[in-house]
């Protein structure tokens, strides 16, 4: 299968790029993380915080038009990447973009030499049934019986590879919570 675009690093000198993804970035988010890079300003200023020297930043582009980035931050001596953020624009969503940028940071934490890539898909806005309760005494049992209720991304992720290991209660105030995932992509050997 040909995919119409291609995935490139973002370069911090790249303002054309950069200023394409910041327009669009508080609309990815609107619906999913509240307040999250809500402004243009705010955007760039996660942008450029993001385009650190180790860390990863890959960007699909068509035609020349930036449609999606995906980031991942080294941490563990290198061992585990942290996904973040992960962002198509909503014109292109739903076409290959998101799975095609995971699988290549994927190829590039194992060219780093790491082994697991982990990220948190917080629940703000209801959209699983670990949200808008108490998920105390026992977060591992509502966890293990968790419910998708109107297309929260950890299926996204799940249908990547990624497991269900954790959940942290109340993360973004009462019945928020945050869910993590993560994925071995490096043989076993590459992790510890």
């Not at 917080?122 to 049992?141: A, C, F, H, K, Q």
Request: overall charge negative; some cysteine.
């Amino acid at each position: 299968m040909t995919v119409p675009f291609t995935i490139t690093p973002l370069e911090a000198t790249d303002s054309a790029a950069i200023a394409q993804l910041a327009a669009f970035l508080p609309d990815v988010f609107r619906e999913m993380s509240p307040g999250y890079m809500a402004t243009l300003g705010e955007a760039l200023e996660e942008i450029r915080d993001l385009l650190q020297p180790e860390h990863i930043n890959l960007i699909a582009r068509d035609e020349g038009d930036v449609i999606g980035w995906i980031g991942g931050q080294p941490l563990y001596d290198g061992h585990v990447y942290e996904l973040h953020p992960l962002a198509v624009r909503p014109d292109r969503q739903h076409i290959g973009v998101g799975t095609a940028l995971v699988a290549a940071l994927e190829a590039e934490v194992v060219a780093r030499g790491a082994g697991t890539i982990f990220l948190g898909s917080d629940d703000e806005m209801g959209r699983t049934s670990v949200s808008g309760i108490d998920l105390y005494p026992n977060p591992l049992e509502h966890l293990a019986r968790i419910e998708d209720k109107t297309g929260h991304p950890f299926r996204f992720y799940q249908r990547c590879g990624f497991v269900l290991i954790g959940i942290l209660p109340d993360a973004n105030g009462f019945g928020k919570p945050d869910l993590y995932l993560a994925k071995r992509v490096g043989p076993a050997s590459n992790v510890g």
